[in-house]
């Protein structure tokens, strides 16, 4: 982890400077942009292990950028941490649903932002690690965890970092039923602050992208989800 590669995006010299600063300090290796039409590019030729992107960025806002980078099959992968001044809890949930992993208020406290990006970091080693070998297949869909691939009649489904945790989580315990708590736990962290609305919201991203297989993930009114197999 301590190699770890952080792109840093944000239109303000001295947040870049302390951002850059605390995250050295920790052993990452940080890049650093201060435009929206920069960060697309830059971020497609670095691949960096999580980008931490401002939202109010001149030009392509930060919603745009993570809009473009999540529609690109090489950048798709990539963790994305918002940073934003907004209280506004439409936009935290509009860059949930473009694909966004997390976020972080300004103003912040640089350890939180060490500690989000180590606890985001650290979910993805363990599922490399851990569950290298499982796959997961419910009729034409498929779902491998080492590789963290989905496939649906051979065919690529891309989804963002908590798209899938939440479709493997569900899809290996098919049937059982799931609170939204247990499922941020599961995707998250018991300490992660999140809103019914976000997770439903990812649901939401999710069944679109499934297509066909979106009503498989099925809502049990008053209380959660449930994965079920494919009439």
């Given at each position: 982890?301590?190699?770890?590669?952080?792109?840093?995006?944000?239109d303000e010299e001295d947040i870049r400077e302390l951002l850059q600063y605390n995250l050295e300090r920790e052993g990452f290796v940080v890049h650093l942009s201060g435009s929206g039409e920069q960060a697309v590019?830059?971020?497609?030729?670095?691949?960096?292990?999580?980008?931490?992107?401002?939202?109010?960025?001149?030009?392509?806002?930060?919603?745009?950028?993570?809009?473009?980078?999540?529609?690109?099959?090489?950048?798709?992968?990539?963790?994305?941490?918002m940073l934003t001044a907004k209280g506004d809890e439409v936009d935290i949930v509009t860059g949930l649903e473009l694909g966004?992993?997390?976020?972080?208020?300004?103003?912040?406290?640089?350890?939180?932002?060490?500690?989000?990006?180590?606890?985001?970091?650290?979910?993805?080693?363990i599922d490399h690690t851990e569950e290298s070998k499982n796959i997961i297949k419910h009729d034409a869909l498929t779902i491998h965890m080492g590789m963290r691939s989905v496939h649906i009649n051979d065919q690529?489904?891309?989804?963002?970092?908590?798209?899938?945790?939440?479709?493997?989580?569900?899809?290996?315990?098919?049937?059982?039923?799931?609170?939204?708590?247990?499922?941020?736990?599961?995707?998250?962290?018991d300490d992660?602050?999140?809103?019914?609305?976000?997770?439903?919201?990812?649901?939401?991203?999710l069944r679109k992208k499934l297509g066909d297989y979106g009503d498989c993930i099925e809502t049990v009114r008053g209380v959660g989800y449930k994965f079920r197999e494919k009439e």
């Amino acid at each position: 982890m301590s190699k770890a590669t952080i792109f840093v995006v944000d239109d303000e010299e001295d947040i870049r400077e302390l951002l850059q600063y605390n995250l050295e300090r920790e052993g990452f290796v940080v890049h650093l942009s201060g435009s929206g039409e920069q960060a697309v590019k830059k971020a497609r030729k670095l691949l960096p292990d999580l980008i931490l992107l401002d939202l109010m960025l001149p030009g392509i806002d930060g919603l745009e950028v993570t809009k473009k980078l999540k529609r690109n099959p090489d950048t798709s992968h990539i963790p994305i941490i918002m940073l934003t001044a907004k209280g506004d809890e439409v936009d935290i949930v509009t860059g949930l649903e473009l694909g966004a992993d997390d976020y972080i208020t300004k103003p912040f406290s640089p350890k939180v932002v060490v500690a989000r990006i180590k606890a985001v970091l650290r979910r993805q080693s363990i599922d490399h690690t851990e569950e290298s070998k499982n796959i997961i297949k419910h009729d034409a869909l498929t779902i491998h965890m080492g590789m963290r691939s989905v496939h649906i009649n051979d065919q690529p489904v891309n989804l963002t970092f908590s798209q899938f945790q939440i479709l493997a989580y569900l899809a290996s315990r098919a049937g059982w039923v799931f609170t939204r708590t247990q499922i941020v736990d599961a995707v998250r962290g018991d300490d992660y602050p999140v809103t019914d609305r976000s997770i439903d919201t990812q649901i939401v991203g999710l069944r679109k992208k499934l297509g066909d297989y979106g009503d498989c993930i099925e809502t049990v009114r008053g209380v959660g989800y449930k994965f079920r197999e494919k009439e």
